[in-house]
């Protein structure tokens, strides 16, 4: 029963994730309602374990070693800020507090039913959905948030791990279509394109027959010609792919410009957690020998130059190594849906940054503690019930 309380508090933390969009600061340090939730589970948790003399368990250090690294590289980063106080905001949502969520589900749930936080994920997101629809009206599906790829970034993996949800339950389909279609509303063309080629791929390496090889390729593309056909009267889509107007393929094309010119002088430790905003402002005119397209630029859109120019190289290297060490021992169990989950963020993460959110953070690290846990041995201590 005890074990019960702390894996309830756990599916009620993952339903609520999006409350990191109510923010105040205290003594000067910002924070959120998510963060102090998760926070006050973990003293509940810990403090439980602790009194009652149970052991806390952390992962083999072949895990630990790149999570340490990736840590350590983000406190450089607060150290190395003009304003430590506000930079550690930035750690604490985007590292710390994911990292934290993450070891409070690894010594609470067992391979056998980390399922009930992706499921309780898929309560999240279609909740978040369905009220963003209640207040769409045209344009692109944003919901709460700045932007509709930040949407899309909270939409996709949770649609991923139904697309390819083994387990035969009345629930899934139509929630599968309601994700989709609140997808598909937010018009994020990375998001979509990476969740249709991840399907594809994963379908045609499970599937041993030739010809239902090539029927999911086909769909695939149907599915894709279709939607290409709905957008084609779009302005988006229209100025798509021209460079000598201001679209997102010519903004991309010059923040990578500008971004890779950054590393040049900031390779080894980057500009900061929270410094890539103010130093693209300072720099873009020079780098470019005119006024850019876009002044206001909060990441570079791809996730390996973001997290090399916030963390420096190590966060890189740290990120990295933690990527193969899952996927190396996950291809050995076959566990599709978590891993499509993790490489959505790969894919995308070649266009944009799904990674530097709160929310996004919390889903990265719970799919790295899932493929973790799933070649791993249950500890007594971790049993489910």
């Not at 387990?167 to 899934?172: D, G, I, P, S």
């Not at 994700?179 to 937010?186: A, K």
């Not at 990120?319 to 193969?324: E, P, Q, R, Y």
Request: no cysteine; charged share 10%; proline share 5%.
């Amino acid at each position: 029963m005890n074990k019960k309380i702390d894996q309830y508090l756990l599916i009620i933390l993952t339903i609520i994730i999006p409350t990191y969009l109510v923010r105040f600061s205290v003594f000067g340090i910002p924070t959120t309602l998510l963060e102090i939730l998760i926070y006050l589970a973990a003293i509940f948790i810990i403090g439980k374990k602790l009194i009652t003399h149970q052991h806390l368990s952390a992962p083999s250090w072949k895990y630990v070693l790149p999570v340490s690294l990736f840590f350590l590289a983000g406190v450089t980063s607060v150290i190395r800020d003009p304003n430590p106080l506000l930079a550690l905001g930035y750690l604490k949502g985007f590292i710390f507090d994911p990292l934290l969520f993450a070891f409070l589900v690894y010594n609470t749930f067992s391979k056998e039913n980390i399922y009930l936080l992706f499921e309780s994920l898929i309560i999240s997101a279609t909740i978040l959905g369905v009220i963003s629809l209640a207040s769409f009206q045209f344009g692109r599906l944003t919901g709460f948030f700045e932007s509709a790829n930040y949407l899309a970034f909270y939409l996709a993996p949770p649609l991923l791990y139904l697309v390819f949800y083994q387990q035969k339950k009345l629930w899934r389909f139509p929630l599968l279509v309601v994700l989709i279609i609140m997808l598909l509303l937010t018009r994020s063309y990375g998001a979509i394109l990476s969740v249709l080629v991840i399907s594809a791929a994963g379908f045609h390496s499970i599937i041993p027959d030739l010809k239902k090889k090539m029927a999911v390729l086909l769909g695939a593309v149907i599915i894709l010609a279709a939607f290409v056909a709905t957008q084609l009267p779009t302005e988006k889509f229209q100025t798509f792919l021209k460079t000598g107007v201001r679209s997102s393929t010519s903004v991309r094309m010059e923040v990578y410009q500008i971004s890779t010119s950054l590393l040049k002088n900031n390779w080894p430790l980057g500009v900061g957690l929270r410094n890539y905003e103010a130093t693209y402002l300072q720099h873009a005119p020079d780098i470019l020998g005119r006024p850019p397209l876009e002044w206001v630029m909060l990441h570079p859109h791809n996730i390996y130059l973001a997290i090399w120019l916030f963390m420096g190289i190590a966060g890189l290297i740290a990120f990295v190594w933690l990527v193969i060490a899952v996927i190396k021992n996950d291809l050995q169990k076959a566990n599709l849906p978590y891993l499509a989950m993790l490489l959505y963020f790969l894919v995308h993460g070649l266009i944009d940054t799904p990674f530097f959110k709160n929310d996004v953070g919390i889903v990265f690290f719970l799919i790295i503690t899932t493929l973790i846990l799933s070649t791993q041995k249950n500890l007594p201590n971790k049993q489910g019930s």
